[in-house]
């Protein structure tokens, strides 16, 4: 409670100000590492900011606000309304090649506070910068590029927030650099932080599930076992078709020894990932999508219903069909859209009796957004899904309407 008082006294003072400046003085600024930017990599600094006059300091952020009626099996909780988050940026340009960011996210009406990216970016070459501090790990390309704003739907894609752990960030240190050739684009990332823990597999969800681990902030402070997290991306983009890229993130995830004293073997978890995105010609039909692989050495003693192994992705599929004037802004835009997700926690077979494991889940979203500005988004849902259980019963009915608006500030 005492660093959310800080922060929005802070943040207070701040507005407080600005306010006092005279207003010729303020201007929105996209702030970026590099000249040319649109790659997944630029997302972190690839934002609207508001740079006071010529101070070094811009700050920027986003709020999202949904509303949805969803029912399980012809039973429903009723109407909720949520504020699911709120994000401040803080950027600053120490030196044209130093150069400072944070992302400072309000989730749950505040009860819960996290940075999840506070990072010294030095250049030294387009090819050659390093990174230091609290860093996203760059495995696929929601897991930087998730700002609420950019996206046509109200709930972030399952694979990526219940598989894989959405907003993943870690202490560490690396290297990325970026190199540019006519309308081709390449780049590359390369971390290396603290990780995972023993949560994945010993949660409250009974299940081998990656995001446990975000419920620990022990990760920003010391590794849980002494080996390094590494994290490792390519990607390669073209103005025209569009980009795709290749992610690694694996290492040592359990507690193995403590004090001297051995405690068990060291076991490891691994990811793969990839990711596309590319907007149709004549038509302009913008497709995104991601899938990711993930493998964990899973204990023989623990039972089978954690799985060593899960897949899961989305597809996005965003049409605009009117653009212009509409309802009294200049550079609207109407779109309709639709997702189609899929994971699985538990990839495999019961060894007793061959039959195939359940706990999976597959969704369809289809959606109507209206964007009077581009970085502001009203959004009208409706979401269905079919979920297993893990001995493959027959699958639960879900489904319903949701409503949102997400925008930069």
Do not use: C
Request: aromatic share 14%; glycine share 10%.
């Amino acid at each position: 409670m005492n660093k959310l008082l800080l922060i929005i006294t802070v943040f207070s003072f701040s507005l407080t100000a600005k306010a006092q400046i005279d207003s010729t003085l303020l201007k929105r600024v996209p702030v970026d590492t590099a000249a040319q930017k649109g790659m997944n990599m630029d997302a972190i600094y690839n934002r609207p900011f508001l740079q006071i006059g010529k101070l070094p300091v811009s700050v920027g952020g986003y709020v999202e606000a949904d509303y949805q009626y969803i029912g399980e099996d012809g039973v429903t909780e009723g109407h909720t309304f949520r504020i699911p988050r709120m994000t401040l940026f803080v950027a600053s340009s120490i030196h044209r090649r130093i150069k400072f960011l944070s992302e400072i996210e309000f989730e749950e009406g505040g009860d819960k506070v996290s940075i999840e990216f506070a990072a010294l970016d030095f250049a030294f070459h387009p090819l050659l910068n390093l990174r230091g501090g609290i860093v996203m790990n760059p495995i696929g390309a929601f897991n930087q590029n998730h700002d609420g704003p950019k996206w046509e739907f109200v709930d972030r894609p399952i694979a990526m927030t219940e598989m894989l752990p959405a907003t993943w960030s870690n202490v560490g240190f690396g290297f990325y650099g970026k190199h540019y050739a006519d309308e081709w684009a390449f780049g590359y990332e390369a971390y290396l932080t603290n990780g995972f823990d023993n949560s994945i597999i010993n949660n409250s969800e009974n299940r081998t599930f990656l995001p446990a681990t975000k419920q620990s902030s022990e990760r920003f402070e010391e590794s849980s076992n002494g080996e390094p997290l590494i994290t490792g991306k390519v990607a390669v983009g073209n103005n025209k078709i569009g980009e795709i890229g290749l992610s690694y993130m694996g290492g040592i995830y359990n507690t193995y020894e403590e004090d001297g004293l051995v405690l068990d073997e060291k076991r490891r978890l691994d990811v793969f990932a990839i990711d596309f995105n590319s907007t149709l010609p004549l038509i302009n039909t913008y497709i995104v999508g991601e899938w990711a692989w993930v493998k964990v050495d899973v204990p023989e003693t623990f039972t089978q219903q954690y799985g060593d192994k899960q897949k899961g992705g989305f597809i996005d599929f965003v049409q605009p069909v009117l653009r212009g004037k509409l309802f009294g802004f200049n550079k609207a835009t109407l779109n309709i859209a639709f997702r189609l997700e899929y994971v699985d926690w538990n990839v495999g077979i019961f060894k007793e009796t061959g039959d195939k494991i359940g706990d999976n889940l597959w969704a369809v979203v289809p959606a109507i957004s209206f964007r009077p500005v581009a970085q502001t988004v009203i959004r009208l849902n409706y979401r269905y899904m079919r979920q297993k259980d893990i001995l493959g019963n027959p699958p639960a009915s879900i489904g319903g309407i949701q409503f949102g608006v997400s925008s930069y500030f």
